[in-house]
């Protein structure tokens, strides 16, 4: 006999506040900023993504177990700034999953919706998902 095991997903981990939050959130436009990751004073960068997941903190560290999300690229513009080379430099984001009352987005709904905020500014239409496909979303982004 087949033993069928059932995903532990991300969107039954982050339970039904994060599910009414996308519902609600999910068809709002992008709102762009300047918060690229790049080196403070850079604003409008671009850089070409390499790495998007949800994952979970690692055993043994602080928080473990818990969600985050993790973006990564590699820097094509500008090409340099204040006299650094910054071509082919990586530049990464990354965003706690649960709730963290001292940090200026305190709860793990804030979280979420700022994640769907940046998906968003990288094209992706979530009118029609659901917060199930958060993970897929993540998924086809690093493949493409």
């Given amino acids: ?26 068809s709002l436009s992008p709102e762009f900023d300047t ?19 949800f994952l979970q903190v690692a055993a043994g560290k602080q928080n473990a177990g818990k969600d985050m999300f993790f973006a990564a690229g590699i820097v094509v513009s500008p090409s340099e700034y204040d006299g650094i080379n910054l071509i082919g430099l990586r530049t990464q ?8 009352p001292t940090r200026s987005r305190k709860t793990k709904d804030e979280h979420v919706e700022w994640v769907m905020n940046q998906l968003k500014m990288l094209g992706i239409d979530m009118s029609e998902m659901t ?12 493949n493409e």
């Fill in 35 to 53: 918060q690229t990751g790049l080196p403070a004073g850079i604003e409008g960068g671009i850089a070409k993504l390499v790495d998007c997941k």
């Fill in 93 to 100: 984001i990354s965003e706690p999953l649960y709730d963290t």
């Fill in 1 to 26: 006999m087949v033993v069928k095991r059932q995903k532990n997903s991300l969107a039954s981990r982050l339970g039904d506040s994060v599910r009414k939050v996308f519902e609600e959130k999910k």
């Fill in 131 to 142: 917060v199930d496909d958060l993970e897929d979303i993540a998924d086809t982004l690093k």
